[in-house]
């Protein structure tokens, strides 16, 4: 299956809300409400952040969320931080033969 | 708490098998709410999904690898492992295994182990 389409790079000022989107198919991002995102940073794992298109795991912050419309998927950051500047990844239950999961290229976030 | 350990040889040649082995604790691998995953990154960044096997034996693979590749539990030390044959530098990546807690968190990776990096060179 084909991966996820986000962009390179996005950046934002510390305070200032960013989105990044995760475009797909109705094979994957469209067919569910199963799109998951990921903060990583340099030299560590992903880190779930949104799972089911827009719910929270218990301990990440507040000022992250997540939408879908239609084939493409969105995370927003609120009131950037510092700390916030990372890789995201997006990725997708894919609806095939087999329950496959497929993955975005990845979006580096600034804070300028 | 539930956590992952990757544990393997850092260096494979070409055309030989890779193996790693994740280590389970907090959790029995043979619980029937979990899906256990490997993903790899490539030095690029991207993450690709390899596979996971699940209820002690049921296994799902990336169509681009399942020529290659098979996922495995071992239940008597809590652990599940990967082989990967026929290796080439294009499998250079870092390796994680993770997990989809199915009754909590569906179709979502929400606990990873630390990654190994695995280096494919003669």
């Known amino acids: 299956q084909s991966a996820l389409t986000q962009p390179a790079s996005v950046s934002g000022s510390p305070g200032q809300s960013i989105t990044i989107s995760c475009s797909g198919s109705s094979s994957d991002v469209g067919a569910y409400d199963y799109v998951s995102w990921y903060q990583q940073h340099p030299g560590r794992a992903p880190k779930l952040m949104i799972f089911?298109?827009?719910y929270r795991p218990s301990g990440v912050s507040h000022r992250f969320s997540g939408s879908k419309s239609g084939n493409t998927a969105a995370l927003t950051i609120s009131g950037l931080q510092a700390e916030d500047e990372a890789d995201y990844f997006c990725s997708s239950y894919v609806l095939s033969s087999g329950t496959l999961r497929v993955f975005g290229g990845g979006t580096k976030l600034t804070v300028l | 708490q539930v956590q992952l350990q990757e544990s393997g040889p850092g260096l494979v040649k070409p055309s030989e098998t890779l193996a790693l082995t994740c280590n389970v604790s907090g959790v029995s691998v043979t619980s029937g709410n979990y899906y256990w995953s490997w993903i790899r990154q490539s030095p690029g960044k991207t993450l690709e999904w390899i596979g996971y096997i699940y209820n002690s034996g049921s296994t799902n693979y990336n169509p681009s690898l399942k020529s290659r590749v098979s996922v495995s539990v071992d239940t008597s030390k809590n652990q599940f492992s990967l082989r990967l044959s026929s290796v080439t530098a294009a499998d250079t990546a870092v390796y994680y295994c993770?997990?989809?807690?199915?009754?909590?968190?569906?179709?979502?990776?929400?606990?990873w182990g630390q990654g190994t990096v695995v280096t494919v060179s003669s």
């Open positions: 089911n298109v827009r």
């Open positions: 993770a997990l989809e807690e199915f009754a909590l968190i569906p179709y979502a990776f929400d606990i």
